[in-house]
């Protein structure tokens, strides 16, 4: 019980820090915390508008945090989420273009995200078989791999694949588009949020069955916390790294359909713009939580959004510091208490 309240009370005390250190940054550039704070409040949850951004920006962060916290369950730090993403967005926008116009919706859309999730999961699967087979380190492995395909992605984009003048692909055809939540629902009003929120739903679902409630999950926690003991008892640790690895990637990739089906409708340069290493901070504020992630990935949404909508008053840049922030007081706020504890 003491376990699960200070699992609980570490990531509010975190944020409560965060906010309160940020307050001292936002006074050094002159302006006031609280009625930054309050404008930040009422232009991100106060409007429907702002709620659908948050909704839109959260649903990447969803599917990205899960590809780190998936692997984190076997003691995996899976960093290249980025890499994974970016595959998974070019898969997506190319076959999505490639599709005949008379493809019907559900076809179209199954198969954009199908590949979206192919080329995620292989880049991680890649790194996990390097982890299996020749012991290299899945950090290295998962960052170095994310430079080899951002780059073969940009040149696929340059010199093949863009659209003659400009730097995005062909637009995919108009059945494999997902559609706006405020066109289905009349919800968040002009808002990009779209279908694709239920991808991040059922990924979140997915991975806490997954993992709490399956032979394999247990297995794979198993491994994670003493691989030895584990294989004493005839778990397979190999084929669990590859697995989680896999299953992670994949979700990773399936953030393309956020990004590609429901928004932009083709891939072009910058179109993740750092969401793949900004889901490692949503999964460590989740403790790995599959169900948690969804509330972290809103936090952070409300954080990126709010620090746009102030920009006028403050540097954005000083919302990227609670970010940070709050990642270091998660840390160091579990070794503080059991520090005092003792």
């Given amino acids: ?15 409560a820090s965060a906010i309160l250190l940020s307050a001292l940054f936002i006074l050094l550039t002159g302006r006031d915390p609280l009625m930054i704070y309050r404008k930040m409040f009422m232009m991100t949850v106060g409007t429907e508008y702002g709620a659908g951004q948050i909704v839109f920006r959260g649903t990447s962060l969803v599917l990205t945090g899960l590809a780190v916290a998936i692997p984190f369950k076997v003691k995996l730090f899976n960093i290249g989420g980025e890499g994974q993403l970016l ?34 999961s292989s880049v991680a699967l890649l790194a996990g078989w390097l982890k299996v087979r020749h012991g290299v380190n899945e950090v ?37 588009k997902l559609p706006l939540l405020d066109g289905l629902t009349g919800w968040l009003k002009k808002s990009p949020a779209n279908l694709s ?19 394999t999950g247990y297995e794979m926690r198993a491994v994670g916390i003493g691989p030895e003991a584990a294989g004493y008892a005839g778990i397979d640790a190999n084929r669990h790294i590859l697995l989680s690895m896999a299953v992670g990637g994949a979700m990773a990739g399936l953030a ?16 993740t713009s750092g969401v793949g290493f900004m889901g490692i901070a949503v999964a460590l504020l989740a403790n ?3 169900l948690w992630t969804g509330a972290s990935a809103l936090l952070f949404g409300v954080l990126e959004y709010g620090g746009l909508t102030v920009n006028a008053y403050v540097p954005k840049d000083v919302f990227m ?4 922030i709050t990642i270091l007081m998660i840390l160091m706020l579990p070794k503080i208490l059991s520090r005092k504890k003792a």
């Fill in 87 to 120: 595959a998974g967005a070019l898969a997506a926008a190319a076959v999505g273009a490639a599709l005949p116009v008379e493809t019907h919706p559900l076809a179209a859309i199954t198969l954009c995200s199908g590949a979206a999730a192919i080329a995620g």
């Fill in 1 to 15: 019980m003491q376990k699960k309240t200070a699992t609980l009370l570490t990531p509010i005390l975190a944020i």
């Fill in 256 to 271: 393309a359909t956020n990004l590609v089906l429901g928004y932009k409708h083709y891939y072009e340069a910058g179109l």
């Fill in 197 to 215: 929120v239920l991808f991040a739903i059922a990924g979140a679902v997915f991975s806490y069955v997954l993992l709490f409630k399956s032979r």
């Fill in 321 to 324: 510091i609670v970010q940070a």
């Fill in 288 to 290: 790995a939580h599959p």
């Fill in 140 to 176: 290295i492995s998962t960052i170095m791999l994310s430079f080899i395909v951002q780059a073969f992605v940009n040149y696929l984009l340059t010199w093949h694949m863009a659209v003659p003048s400009t730097v995005h692909t062909a637009e995919i055809v108009e059945s494999a």
